[in-house]
């Protein structure tokens, strides 16, 4: 990911990336920026808040991403009333961690072809999840993907290696 002097991502492209960062072999370093390790911990931070969206499983994307949407919403919208519980959240979360079984998804699928409702969605998840047919079992391998920096370049059209003096 390459961000912004203010943390913010400008690009995931590996290639945009690298293309920014080329240079002729005899151009010689230049001196670390003193503002690159805070803006590799606020890339961190970027990378966490994304890895809510994208997991082990891969990017929530088609019934599963519609399913969840709609089920975030349902329990905002129905927050603190009888018909939210911690069976939906644990369906909620399961689903967002784990890809749908095939089964699931070809009976979610359907079930949104129909035009089902949201407390009938929310019903049918706790139906799928506690009869253990909602989402594939979680592998040792799956569970341990985390977001971590490999490796961080400053690229600075100018860079200031010492901070400024504020007086």
Same mark, same amino acid.
């Given at each position: ?63 599963? +991403? ?6 975030? $919403?349902? /329990? ?5 009333? @009888?018909?939210? =519980? *911690? #069976? %939906? ?21 359907? +079930? ?6 949201? $407390?009938? /969605? ?5 139906? @799928?999840?506690? =009869? *253990? #047919? %909602? ?33």
């Amino acid at each position: 990911m390459r961000v912004d002097l203010s943390g913010q991502p400008v690009s995931y492209s590996p290639l945009a990336i690298l293309q920014a960062a080329a240079c002729p072999q005899e151009v010689p370093g230049a001196p670390l920026d003193y503002r690159h390790h805070a803006l590799v911990a606020e890339a961190e931070t970027v990378a966490a808040k994304q890895a809510s969206v994208m997991n082990a499983a891969g990017a929530l994307s088609g019934t599963r +991403r519609r399913i969840y949407q709609r089920m975030s $919403h349902h /329990v905002t919208a129905t927050g603190g009333t @009888l018909f939210t =519980d *911690d #069976i %939906l959240a644990d369906a909620v979360e399961a689903l967002h961690n784990r890809p749908l079984t095939e089964n699931a998804d070809r009976i979610l699928r359907q +079930r949104l072809r129909d035009g089902i409702s949201d $407390h009938d /969605v929310a019903e049918l998840l706790i139906a @799928l999840h506690r =009869d *253990d #047919i %909602l989402c594939r079992v979680a592998t040792a391998d799956a569970t341990a993907g985390e977001t971590h920096i490999v490796c961080s370049v400053g690229l600075f059209q100018h860079p200031q290696v010492e901070e400024p003096d504020n007086a």
